[in-house]
């Protein structure tokens, strides 16, 4: 039976050579298209999409570019797993990962043509990897036991991640706000209890760290504006109904007098709802959906603040952040745990009036307000924060440190590159690829700045030819710099998670040497 018939029509399949070429192209693809982002210099996309409304996205953060294409090559899905898997597990360094994963597969490419079979190619980078992970393992730096190092080694962290977006100018100021922030978590990697607002207008620079919580509500009319030693009840519940609201269902009645009797028996089911709620205790109650006029006039003559309809996520932090849980039902009012905290008050950012909840239970909450110019400004620095708080908070957790700017790529370039001379068979020809790939990171950054890569390269080379080298690239000279002096450093967390995302992917895409493509299904005529 001929292999034509195997298979449905209009289903495709790709053998072997074919296979390969078509996963490689796809895989390149993407490295090419996010390469440009990499480093100090790196520049921007502008994603529209095609939907309502035609909503823009401007960002240089790997992740977010690869969420948003929409790519039919299977290798290329593989390689905007890995900045996803990136993004969540450790923050940063999404640009890096989808880039190394390309450079190992357009090396194969070439061993691949010199007859060398995949496998030992497999073998060769796993090796190299092996390798890279130790020559960095040796060179971290590792400050945790003293706190003024070892802040300042944070601070350089997220000064180095601001670097690449578009927080750059303002990077200091960046850097101490989600350094400070991390910290007020004591060591919780929990980013949830970091609320960050973003509020147009004003300039990057006015953004800043409030304690406490901030609820983009205002307070309603007639209630108390400031409220001290809070006990706060957060709720998700209907306080909508003191009018007849009867859809759909015809009530037949003898007179406008029995209206009235109906409208009166809702006011009274609200009524004791209140009386109920207010039988907590508490002095301030926050819901989830609307409260009508009636029950807020009651809560506001019992001297209860009363905000309504706080955003879904807004409460289930507000939740979180003062130790209370969100109820719905109050008969037993033992069984509700209320939020507590020392001040509650109204503040004012820009033209908008929100709630500030300060002294919050958990101590570890804040509120990074964002100013900026519009909003693709806002979300694109959210964007760049949110990196920069992840890598600080992972390396609260791991505090190994390693210098930056290419440094970290060179070190273990050259330790590869002496893997391979001692190793015998096609495989050293692998890792020898290995160390190649690796250069084309601090290549590509050298690149993004309009440098003269090979020149630097080789001079980076020569550096690290001495023992103990501190040397990277410096972009803003155009020169080789002392990556220590200048205070570049990332986290080894992230680093070690790009080599080893990078190679297992590659690995992936290497081993594929068959590519089937389902037949679409037919639409059935329904006429």
């Given at each position: 039976m001929a292999v034509e018939t195997l298979l449905k029509d209009e289903a495709t399949e790709e053998k072997g050579e074919r296979a390969r070429m078509s996963s490689f192209g796809g895989a390149m693809a993407i490295d090419d298209f996010v390469k440009t982002t990499l480093g100090p210099k790196g520049m921007d996309k502008i994603l529209q999409s095609t939907g309502r409304g035609h909503s823009i996205t401007v960002t240089n953060d790997g992740a977010t570019i690869l969420k948003s294409l929409h790519i039919d090559n299977p290798a290329a899905k593989v390689l905007i797993d890995i900045s996803k898997v990136q993004d969540d597990e450790v923050g940063d360094g999404t640009t890096s990962v989808v880039v190394l994963a390309g450079e190992l597969l357009r090396e194969a490419e070439k061993l691949l043509a010199m007859k060398i079979h995949p496998m030992k190619i497999i073998a060769g980078y796993r090796m190299a990897a092996d390798c890279a992970r130790t020559a960095m393992l040796e060179r971290v730096k590792d400050n945790k036991e003293y706190p003024e190092k070892f802040r300042w080694d944070l601070k350089k962290i997220a000064m180095t991640t601001l670097d690449s977006k578009i927080l750059s100018q303002d990077k200091e100021h960046f850097a101490n706000l989600a350094v400070e922030a991390v910290m007020m978590l004591k060591g919780s990697t929990n980013l949830e209890s970091i609320q960050i607002i973003k509020k147009a207008g004003g300039s990057l620079k006015d953004s800043f760290l409030a304690e406490g919580f901030i609820l983009d509500k205002r307070i309603g009319l007639g209630q108390p504006k400031r409220i001290e030693n809070a006990n706060i009840l957060v709720a998700n519940t209907a306080m909508d109904t003191d009018k007849v609201k009867i859809y759909g269902a015809r009530v037949r009645v003898d007179s406008m007098a029995k209206v009235a009797q109906i409208e009166g028996a809702e006011k009274n089911k609200m009524r004791e709802k209140v009386q109920k709620i207010i039988g907590h205790g508490i002095n301030c109650f926050v819901n989830r959906q609307l409260i009508y006029n009636f029950p807020e006039e009651l809560f506001a003559d019992a001297g209860i603040l009363a905000i309504e309809h706080a955003d879904f996520d807004g409460i289930e932090r507000l939740a979180l952040v003062t130790g209370g849980e969100i109820a719905s039902t109050f008969d037993n009012p033992e069984s509700v745990k209320l939020?507590?905290?020392?001040?509650?008050?109204?503040?004012?950012?820009?033209?908008?009036?929100?709630?500030?909840?300060?002294?919050?239970?958990?101590?570890?909450?804040?509120?990074?307000?964002?100013?900026?110019?519009?909003?693709?400004?806002?979300?694109?620095?959210?964007?760049?924060?949110?990196?920069?708080?992840?890598?600080?908070?992972?390396?609260?957790?791991?505090?190994?440190?390693?210098?930056?700017?290419?440094?970290?790529?060179?070190?273990?370039?050259?330790?590869?590159?002496?893997?391979?001379?001692?190793?015998?068979?096609?495989?050293?020809?692998?890792?020898?690829?290995?160390?190649?790939?690796?250069?084309?990171?601090?290549?590509?950054?050298?690149?993004?700045?309009?440098?003269?890569?090979?020149?630097?390269?080789?001079?980076?080379?020569?550096?690290?030819?001495?023992?103990?080298?501190?040397?990277?690239?410096?972009?803003?000279?155009?020169?080789?710099?002392?990556?220590?002096?200048?205070?570049?450093?990332?986290?080894?967390?992230?680093?070690?998670?790009?080599?080893?995302?990078?190679?297992?992917?590659?690995?992936?895409?290497?081993?594929?040497?068959?590519?089937?493509?389902?037949?679409?299904?037919?639409?059935?005529?329904?006429?």
């Open positions: 939020g507590h905290c020392k001040l509650i008050e109204e503040i004012m950012i820009g033209e908008d009036k929100l709630i500030h909840f300060s002294g919050v239970e958990m101590g570890r909450a804040c509120t990074i307000v964002l100013r900026g110019a519009s909003f693709h400004v806002l979300d694109e620095a959210e964007r760049s924060l949110h990196d920069a708080l992840c890598v600080v908070s992972q390396t609260i957790n791991d505090s190994r440190v390693l210098l930056g700017g290419g440094w970290p790529e060179m070190i273990m370039a050259k330790a590869v590159d002496e893997l391979a001379r001692k190793t015998p068979g096609k495989k050293s020809h692998a890792i020898d690829a290995f160390s190649r790939a690796l250069l084309a990171i601090p290549t590509t950054i050298a690149d993004n700045a309009g440098l003269d890569s090979a020149e630097l390269i080789a001079q980076l080379r020569a550096e690290h030819h001495k023992e103990n080298s501190n040397a990277g690239i410096d972009v803003i000279t155009g020169s080789v710099g002392d990556m220590s002096e200048l205070g570049i450093s990332e986290a080894f967390k992230v680093k070690q998670a790009i080599l080893l995302s990078a190679t297992e992917a590659a690995e992936m895409i290497l081993r594929v040497d068959e590519i089937i493509t389902c037949a679409p299904r037919k639409r059935e005529d329904r006429m």
